[in-house]
């Protein structure tokens, strides 16, 4: 039974689809103006793993993760680069998307982009305005009376008469009341625009998702889930446009995934403390960088650290240790680990009690390795297909463990010398052996000796 840590209820709940096996999941995807960072990366590795173990228990689900492709930061980036906003925004969705397949995460099942739902945000915004939930001031932009709505703060527990001490009006806003936002950006000269019933201009940021989750999966749907920083105010305004225009509820569980932190801080472009996806994994191989993601649970904060990287490699290594030299075959035995992994993960996705589990695996595959070889690689079997939930563990062992040896050490050479070695050690010319030893350490090579073989990999 699959609970799930609802924000809007601050509880675990029992995870029960509204249409039966069917799940509907709505995540607030990438604003496309720049590289994606580590950050991204984590809210985009968590729903992956929720995918993953939706559909691994059986549901039959529909993920759906936006692109915001208009707003003020891509404006200013692409004059900044002297090129079109599409031609930046283009550039950026590419390098996400490699950032996506080097991270092993699964592309969503919809990818709807801000700027093909215009036609839809005209008329959710003309809904509200009827509605009297939203009004046009006159001056080509249409704000949102947060006032009105009863249910506002309720996600966040956030109150009105708490928000509005401090607010205050811009100079050029025409807003009713300082809590206000904005639904359509009257547009200013030189800007991308398009036509509107209040004039020519943008959607604002929060109307997007709105329009954009609502046309893919429905006036309500199952999961929405985000980073935590999207709380309020995005998700707490995506709420109050959604109910107001439609009358219904809206998501039926909200997941917030937690940040990245560098030094106590949260990783963000804002603060200039992130490190893109592409600048990690140029140091570090992907399945490292993915491992560290998924073995801290989704919600609680990472900080991200040399130190933690090496981490997430020294555990990837064991496992792959323990899959080295055994045959690939279908999962066997190990049915009391299934029902341990399973247990966690239906605990609101329990990375890090899962991640035990196959360390516990691990143990018992290398004490049946020797005695029970056949035992052992069913074993091994397993642990590649729990580690499939998390998105590590397909590869071959030499691989994951030589990874970076080219342009590094001749592996022909490697070869080559321990085949010598192990001639030696037939020979009983230890002596020789030990010189060859020595002569592949000095290389950065690290020997490890089982029954009959040796194998090699890259010293850390």
């Given amino acids: 039974?699959?609970?799930?840590?609802?924000?809007?209820?601050?509880?675990?709940?029992?995870?029960?689809?509204?249409?039966?096996?069917?799940?509907?999941?709505?995540?607030?995807?990438?604003?496309?103006?720049?590289?994606?960072?580590?950050?991204?990366?984590?809210?985009?590795?968590?729903?992956?793993?929720?995918?993953?173990?939706l559909r691994k228990s059986g549901y039959e689900l529909t993920y759906v993760r936006n692109i915001t492709d208009i707003d003020d930061k891509i404006i200013n980036?692409?004059?900044?680069?002297?090129?079109?906003?599409?031609?930046?925004?283009?550039?950026?969705?590419?390098?996400?998307?490699?950032?996506?397949?080097?991270?092993?995460?699964?592309?969503?099942?919809?990818?709807?982009?801000?700027?093909?739902?215009?036609?839809?945000?005209?008329?959710?915004?003309?809904?509200?305005?009827?509605?009297?939930?939203?009004?046009?001031?006159?001056?080509?932009?249409?704000?949102?009376?947060?006032?009105?709505?009863?249910?506002?703060?309720?996600?966040?527990?956030?109150?009105?008469?708490?928000?509005?001490?401090?607010?205050?009006?811009?100079?050029?806003?025409?807003?009713?009341?300082?809590?206000?936002?904005?639904?359509?950006?009257?547009?200013?000269?030189?800007?991308?625009?398009?036509?509107?019933?209040?004039g020519p201009g943008r959607p604002g940021w929060h109307i997007e998702c709105s329009v954009m989750s609502t046309c893919c999966l429905g006036e309500s749907f199952d999961i929405h889930g985000g980073g935590s920083d999207l709380e309020f105010p995005h998700h707490e305004n995506e709420i109050a446009q959604s109910e107001a225009a439609t009358g219904k509820p809206y998501a039926n569980a909200w997941m917030h995934c937690g940040m990245i932190r560098i030094n106590g801080e949260k990783m963000s472009k804002s603060l200039n403390n992130f490190f893109t996806i592409r600048d990690v994994l140029e140091k570090y191989h992907p399945e490292v960088v993915r491992y560290l993601l998924v073995a801290s649970h989704y919600r609680s904060a990472i900080n991200y650290s040399?130190?933690?990287?090496?981490?997430?490699?020294?555990?990837?290594?064991?496992?792959?240790?323990?899959?080295?030299?055994?045959?690939?075959?279908?999962?066997?035995?190990?049915?009391?680990?299934?029902?341990?992994?399973?247990?966690?993960?239906?605990?609101?996705?329990?990375?890090?009690?899962?991640?035990?589990?196959?360390?516990?695996?691990?143990?018992?595959?290398?004490?049946?390795?020797?005695?029970?070889?056949?035992?052992?690689?069913?074993?091994?079997g397993r642990l590649r297909e729990l580690g499939d939930v998390l998105g590590v563990l397909q590869l071959e062992a030499d691989d994951f463990l030589r990874a970076g040896a080219e342009g590094k050490v001749d592996a022909a050479a490697v070869e080559g010398l321990i085949q010598a070695r192990l001639q030696a050690r037939a020979d009983k010319n230890w002596a020789e052996s030990d010189r060859i030893r020595d002569q592949l350490t000095a290389m950065g090579v690290v020997l490890e000796d089982s029954k009959g073989s040796t194998t090699w990999r890259l010293a850390d």
């Fill in 1 to 53: 039974m699959l609970t799930i840590y609802n924000t809007l209820s601050k509880a675990k709940e029992v995870f029960k689809p509204l249409d039966g096996n069917k799940v509907r999941m709505y995540v607030c995807g990438m604003t496309v103006y720049d590289y994606c960072h580590l950050g991204h990366g984590r809210s985009m590795v968590a729903f992956d793993l929720v995918t993953r173990w």
């Fill in 77 to 198: 980036r692409a004059n900044e680069n002297g090129e079109t906003f599409d031609a930046l925004t283009a550039r950026m969705i590419d390098a996400m998307h490699e950032d996506e397949r080097r991270l092993n995460i699964l592309p969503p099942d919809q990818e709807p982009r801000a700027t093909d739902h215009i036609a839809g945000m005209h008329a959710m915004i003309q809904t509200l305005i009827d509605k009297g939930y939203a009004y046009a001031p006159g001056n080509g932009d249409v704000y949102y009376r947060v006032g009105k709505f009863v249910g506002y703060g309720k996600l966040s527990r956030k109150k009105i008469e708490d928000l509005r001490i401090g607010a205050r009006i811009e100079v050029d806003e025409a807003k009713q009341d300082p809590l206000d936002f904005v639904l359509w950006k009257g547009a200013k000269p030189g800007e991308p625009s398009w036509e509107s019933p209040w």
């Fill in 306 to 380: 040399e130190d933690s990287l090496r981490d997430a490699k020294g555990a990837l290594e064991r496992f792959y240790h323990a899959l080295r030299g055994l045959p690939r075959v279908p999962a066997k035995g190990g049915e009391a680990f299934v029902e341990r992994f399973s247990v966690a993960m239906n605990d609101d996705f329990g990375t890090p009690e899962a991640c035990a589990v196959l360390f516990d695996l691990v143990r018992e595959i290398n004490r049946l390795r020797d005695s029970d070889p056949d035992a052992a690689a069913g074993l091994a």
